[in-house]
């Protein structure tokens, strides 16, 4: 299944593929979709297209928010 909320790629990427979303791993991931010369930006753009792509680049954005809100 292709995500299409923010909470289903979070479940997604943290559940079913067993990654968390560190600081690293989302810096790493937004150096490669905000590079949209990279090959493997590219190719994720052929296969699931410029709107995917986007949302993907937003969801990350908004991990990054939700790990720099301090704790209550």
Known sequence: MIPSTYAQWRHCITVECGIPLTHAFIDQRLGIWRNA????????R???????????????????????????
Request: aromatic share 12%; glycine share 2%; proline share 3%.
């Open 37 to 44: 010369d990279c090959d493997e930006t590219m190719r994720f």
């Open 46 to 72: 052929r296969l699931y297209g410029d709107l995917h792509w986007k949302k993907v680049l937003m969801w990350l954005e908004h991990a990054k928010r939700e790990l720099n809100v301090p704790s209550r």
